[in-house]
């Protein structure tokens, strides 16, 4: 937990509920605009039978239970990264159009503190792509194209409640996890986030998923939705909190070859046979560039929030909520 020394929110709870409608309404209109993406409802739960949950990072135990007249168990998401892009194939998308909806889950392993809550709720976004499309400069034309989005968000944010003082620079900064372990090599992956944020301000960190020159990973990336070396997370510098603060995980999609090569190095190519495997193995899913962009964490960056649970509703632990009080962060 970090706990800024002498916070206090610039917003009292219920302008907060507005502003948090503002943030949400302004950002979601910008984003759909830039990327032409139609909004679609989406589900809480799938059949475990599906394959199409989220795996995360292949640990994190799922939400599941039986149900009284359907076979099978069902799962709470954790994720919509594989139902969207097979609903682009169902709903008829072309190359270039997209779909986002809201994503509400429960990750019931997460640890919570200042940005983490075992409630998700983000922007899940996905749009059809052409085979020529799967390059690090279309990545980054879409990348700049989000972070656009926010930095205009933030303005109207900042018009509404002049009270408010956060920037963000439009200009991203582009590196890739093994030029940070390089040049960190004595930092955890956290601790070089945060250099290279505190350093850059707006920061687009690439290829996420498969093993570094030292062995280890930057950070878990499920095998089946991302191509390790076509993704990465959108940052920026929280000055309040003093740390590089993640805002989008996402990237072009896994096709045929980068699906197989990723499920053999991580020893599960028995996903091979779920149905939407399959699809994408025999080209009938299409290419796909998609990822998440928190709810929550943008309303608590724009807002200039020092917890997460200033912006949402969720369940934390007792002491979490004593010593927020004692340090002026009131939880919803």
């Known amino acids: 937990?970090?706990?800024?020394?002498?916070?206090?929110?610039?917003?009292?709870?219920?302008?907060?509920?507005y502003a948090v409608k503002t943030v949400k309404d302004t950002?979601?209109?910008?984003?759909?605009?830039?990327?032409?993406?139609?909004?679609?409802?989406?589900?809480?739960?799938?059949t475990k039978a599906s394959g199409i949950n989220d795996d995360l990072n292949?640990?994190?135990?799922?939400?599941?239970?039986?149900?009284?007249?359907?076979?099978?168990?069902?799962?709470?998401?954790?994720?919509?990264?594989?139902?969207?892009?097979?609903?682009?194939?169902?709903?008829g998308y072309e190359p270039?159009?997209?779909?986002?909806?809201?994503?509400?889950?429960?990750?019931?392993?997460?640890?919570?503190?200042?940005?983490?809550?075992?409630?998700?709720?983000?922007?899940?976004?996905?749009?059809?792509?052409r085979e020529e499309d799967r390059t690090l400069e279309f990545l980054q034309g879409i990348v700049k194209k989000i972070v656009k989005a926010i930095v205009e968000t933030?303005?109207?944010?900042k018009e509404t409640y002049p009270m408010l003082g956060f920037e963000m620079s439009d200009e991203v900064y582009f590196v890739t996890t093994q030029e940070l372990e390089d040049r960190y090599p004595?930092?955890?992956?956290?601790?070089?986030?945060?250099?290279?944020?505190?350093?850059?301000?707006?920061?687009?960190?690439?290829?996420?998923?498969?093993?570094?020159?030292?062995?280890?990973?930057?950070?878990?990336r499920a095998p089946d939705y991302d191509d390790w070396a076509l993704n990465g997370d959108i940052f920026t510098w929280n000055e309040l909190l003093g740390i590089g603060y993640e805002i989008s995980s996402m990237g072009i999609r896994v096709d045929a070859e980068s699906l197989h090569r990723q499920l053999e190095l991580e020893g599960c190519l028995e996903r091979e046979q779920f149905p939407f495997h399959k699809g994408i193995l025999d080209g009938t899913i299409p290419l796909t560039i998609g990822g998440g962009i928190g709810q929550s964490r943008l309303c608590m960056l724009l807002l200039e929030?020092?917890?997460?649970?200033?912006?949402?509703?969720?369940?934390?632990?007792?002491?979490?909520?004593?010593?927020?009080?004692?340090?002026?962060i009131i939880l919803l």
């Open 186 to 220: 004595d930092l955890t992956p956290r601790e070089r986030e945060t250099a290279v944020c505190k350093e850059h301000g707006t920061v687009f960190i690439e290829q996420i998923g498969g093993a570094l020159k030292s062995g280890k990973k930057h950070d878990g």
């Open 305 to 328: 929030k020092a917890h997460i649970g200033e912006v949402q509703c969720a369940v934390w632990p007792d002491e979490m909520r004593e010593e927020c009080a004692e340090h002026g």
């Open 96 to 129: 270039g159009e997209g779909i986002y909806t809201d994503m509400n889950a429960i990750r019931r392993d997460d640890d919570t503190d200042n940005l983490h809550s075992l409630y998700v709720d983000q922007w899940d976004w996905c749009r059809v792509i």
């Open 1 to 17: 937990m970090i706990y800024p020394e002498g916070y206090k929110s610039k917003l009292s709870q219920r302008e907060t509920q």
């Open 58 to 91: 292949g640990v994190e135990r799922k939400v599941h239970f039986t149900m009284k007249n359907i076979e099978g168990e069902a799962e709470v998401v954790q994720s919509l990264a594989k139902w969207k892009r097979e609903a682009l194939y169902r709903y």
């Open 27 to 46: 950002f979601q209109f910008k984003l759909s605009k830039a990327l032409n993406l139609d909004r679609v409802t989406a589900p809480i739960m799938v």
């Open 154 to 157: 933030n303005e109207v944010v």
